[in-house]
């Protein structure tokens, strides 16, 4: 029998509630990414670094809630934070001590950050970082490079995927398409004459990390002339660390590199797993929020900023419960050690059992390509046109096999890539190694 045939006769149950969910959800998923052909698992529960699926069967996780969980799930101290304070109400329609506690952690950790403002999603964020730096500027055009992912808003929308002069969604506004340059990530030359193509410029936004989750990592003396050129023309220059805050280094990328943006987009980790976001940064430009008395936008130049979730008091427990232990450094330091681990094991696999393809990644963020290229990957264009029907597959070679094949071996891989948390030990990576290679050799037969 086929990986497939396989995949489709163990997971009974996830087939028939999928069949179901058609039904009630577009497509069946509720997030683009969690389609999955033939069709999606149904999850029933977590924990540490496993999940369990409605057949209670049991896998390592890397998804990890879309890299949000670098604890781990269902991590004790978040779990009591959350439910002392779901018994003294979800929403207080009010201001909290918590979201005080909150910022201050984040102000404490991330360099950038000496004010924050939260809203409930990355993509929330992104969006109000981006409408602050015109405002700040008075300018009205932004540099985004291709390939790069900050959520599902309009502008960001554009650039994602190959071809990239098209939006990853129909719906995109001409005039948003527009006001978006595009240029190539990782070449300084493109981007100064991106630059330099325009005098309406607010703003410069990208994944510090590299291009969609890290796939093309960024190259640091790029990211300092980036820095450089933005600084000596007053663009604002935005780093959506929503999955690299708190991963690259307790201060994400900005500390680890060594470059400090004037705004920085914070999700995932920060919120302990529940739904949270910010826009952290300069004081100058960070004051643009401040709701003056009247609330008069346009005496001030300022961006009212409502939002019946930013900083519920959920999101502000889990949100405090882990950043006071991601502050000690150690859940970071520990899901980069076991990432090293696994990426050595799943290389030494390929080259074992002679299979072209590569593991690479940075901090706690890991891909694993079969077929493809070794790094330095320098452009993400896996795209294919499926011979019969024209249309064009996003996506590297045997991605879906390797996957159902992971999956019927125990690992829930995020597609060709994962997260790893600091509750993976050494003894879970050596599972998910040998299960690589049940999977490497099931693939070659
Ligand atoms: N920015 C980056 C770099 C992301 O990876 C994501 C989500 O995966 C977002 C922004 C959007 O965040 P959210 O899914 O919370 O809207």
Known sequence: ATITEDYTRTYIQSQHLHEASKALLPGGVTHMARAFDPFPLYIDRCQGAHKWDIDDNCYIDYWMRHGAMLLGHAHPAIVEAVQAQVSRGTHVGGNTRAEMDWARLIMDLVPCAEAVKFTSSGTEATLLALRAARTYTGKSQIIKFEGHFHGWHDYVACGVTPPYDTPMSAGIPEAVQQSVILTPFNNAEAFT????????????????????????????????????????RGVVLIFDEVVTGFRYAVGGCQEYFDIIPDLTTLAKVMAGGLNGGAVVGRQSIMDIFDPKQDGDWRRYQMVPHPGTFNANPLSAAAGVAALQLIATGEPTKRAQEMTSLLIEGINDVLKRRSVPGCAYGRASIFKTFIGAEAPPITRYDFSQVDRDTQILIQGPPHASELRQGMLLNGVDLMRVAGFVSAAHTSDIIDTTIQAFDQTIVRMQN
């Open 193 to 232: 004459a991106a630059l330099e193509s325009s005098d309406d410029i607010a703003a410069v936004i990208l994944e510090p990390g590299g291009s969609f989750d890290d796939t093309v990592p960024s190259d640091p003396a790029f990211l300092a002339h980036v820095r450089r050129e933005t600084a000596r």
